[in-house]
């Protein structure tokens, strides 16, 4: 069971949340600079590691708002929990 | 080696039944093989199957990391069919289904494949018109489908809840009459001794920690057991595919790894004689030869590279089985685990060429790689070979997803958890 340190409920248990995949993620935006292979690689690419991950995880049974999840995607660990614009640490 | 037969059997009859060999050899790697194989599943084997047998090729080899059927080949729900709507699908899992047909005597191996046919259920008027358009476009496509009635179904599945509570009352379903089960690990066996008479290597414990490239185009591999040198490599590895590929160079992929978990039941005398599938909500039952029955479900949803399930999945599919078959109500579970899914963006598999010259991949099964093990190593046996696809695998490319030409079964988008 995965237990995540919500950072406005504190620990609450996995089933609380829905998962909102990969946070390395980032929209290209709507500039006309913005080319259509950026959107192809936001869209469908993803570099899927097996260690530690930053995921998007909405507490959508308690407070209702999005945070940032470092995780561990072989262990389960959860290493880090922010608010979902702030940064989990130094590197992402 | 000797093949197998009911004379073989009689014959040790008289010696104790202590003739009999190992299934395969454990050679030692050759220096160079004309073709490399990445992953010892029941892709990776069917792959060297049929590039020793169809395309010509001796010397060949499969590396596996682990043991031999370790991954995904032993732990799915052994289910076989190929009830898909769309076009590219139907015909690369029906020419699967014909291979299914032959395939015990094809590699001389008893893969039980049993023909007990597939039920999805349809809950409400809307499913039950989705069924009749699947069902159809099955039809015009050469797959036997048959759309039933809420009594049919009654006929076949008799043990669901047809009473005035049930929380999703059965209106009819969808029956693919050929479809069926296999036993998994015979399957991955099968493949591994029939291709092992040909001549093919098999290296277990040999996991591969790098690629040899050089002007874009492969030239052998790095493995745990030593380098080894060849110009064509294929990589089969399902759950890891990203990490491989990485390894090649070819970082993001259009591909996220899940979990999927399955459990079995103590064994209890004949309980259900076909597979039948929740329409509203996840969950999917057979029972093997052994009695257990088998349960599937849905991904647990987040990214995991861990082969062992958490215990919220189980519960929920269980709920759904309650729902649907009261009467499971009482037996036990005896095990369940889990398996690392290649979602793919669409929902459909990767059997394709890569941008390295001699680099191939086959890839993206999601959660049905299963079924299409003879028709996956078929094409990607033919890719390898002829270095380009074949009819049946040329929608499966890896561009397709630049290009725009996607094949969502499901139509719901680039959303690997929900496939």
């Excluded at chain 2, 047809?162 to 929380?167: I, Q, T, V």
């Excluded at chain 2, 062992?308 to 599919?317: I, K, Q, S």
Aim: net charge neutral; proline share 4%; charged share 20%.
């Amino acid at each position: 069971m995965i237990r995540i340190n919500c950072p406005w409920c504190g620990e609450r248990n996995m089933v609380e949340f829905t998962y909102g995949g990969d946070a390395n993620n980032v929209y290209p935006g709507l500039s006309e600079e913005t080319s259509e292979k950026q959107y192809f690689e936001y869209t469908y690419l993803r570099d899927n590691p097996c260690g530690p991950h930053l995921e998007y995880w909405h507490h959508v049974n308690g407070c209702r708002q999005w945070i940032k999840v470092k995780r561990d995607t072989l262990t389960h660990e959860v290493i880090a929990t922010v608010p979902a614009d702030k940064p989990v640490g130094e590197k992402e | 080696m000797s093949r197998y037969s009911a004379l073989e059997v009689l014959k040790g009859g008289l010696t104790g039944q202590k003739h009999w060999q190992r299934a395969w050899r454990d050679p030692e790697p050759k220096q160079e093989y004309d073709a490399i194989i990445i992953g010892g599943g029941g892709h990776g084997l069917a792959t060297a199957y049929y590039l020793a047998k169809l395309h010509g090729m001796s010397r060949i080899a499969v590396c596996e990391k682990g043991y031999l059927g370790g991954g995904n080949v032993g732990r799915n729900t052994t289910i076989v069919r190929s009830n898909y709507m769309l076009e590219d699908n139907a015909h690369f899992y029906e020419h699967g289904m014909k291979l299914w047909e032959e395939l015990s005597q094809d590699i001389n191996f008893n893969v039980m494949f049993s023909q007990r046919g597939i039920i999805n259920l349809a809950h409400s008027d809307a499913q039950m018109d989705a069924f009749a358009r699947r069902g159809n476009a099955m039809r015009l496509n050469g797959i036997d489908a048959e759309l039933l009635t809420r009594d049919q179904v009654k006929e076949h599945l008799p043990m669901l809840d047809y009473s005035g509570k049930a929380r999703f009352p059965v209106y009819g379903g969808l029956q693919q009459p050929r479809g069926g089960t296999a036993r998994h690990d015979a399957v991955a066996w099968g493949y591994a001794r029939a291709a092992d008479m040909l001549g093919v290597d098999i290296l277990q414990n040999c996991e591969v920690t790098g690629f040899d490239i050089h002007d874009g185009k492969v030239q052998g591999i790095q493995t745990t057991r030593g380098a080894i040198k060849s110009g064509k490599v294929g990589i089969a590895v399902a759950g890891n595919t990203s990490r491989v590929c990485a390894l090649a160079g070819l970082n993001r992929l259009p591909i996220e790894s899940h979990k999927l978990q399955a459990m079995v039941s103590e064994p209890l005398k004949p309980f259900i004689d076909t597979v039948c599938t929740f329409g509203a909500g996840h969950f999917y039952v057979s029972q093997s030869d052994k009695g257990g029955l088998v349960f599937g479900g849905d991904l647990d949803g987040y990214n995991s590279y861990a082969q062992r399930g958490n215990l919220p999945m189980v519960a929920h599919v269980l709920q759904c089985g309650m729902a649907l078959m009261p009467a499971i109500g009482r037996i036990r579970l005896l095990r369940h685990w889990a398996g690392v899914m290649d979602m793919s963006m669409d929902g459909s598999p990767i059997i394709s060429t890569t941008p390295v010259k001699g680099l191939y991949l086959n890839g993206g099964w999601c959660y049905g790689g299963f079924k299409a093990t003879p028709a996956s190593g078929w094409c990607f046996a033919h890719t390898v070979a002829q270095d380009r696809p074949h009819r049946l695998n040329e929608a499966f490319t890896l561009d397709r997803f630049e290009r725009g030409y996607l094949i969502d079964e499901k139509g719901v988008g680039p959303i690997p958890a929900l496939h």
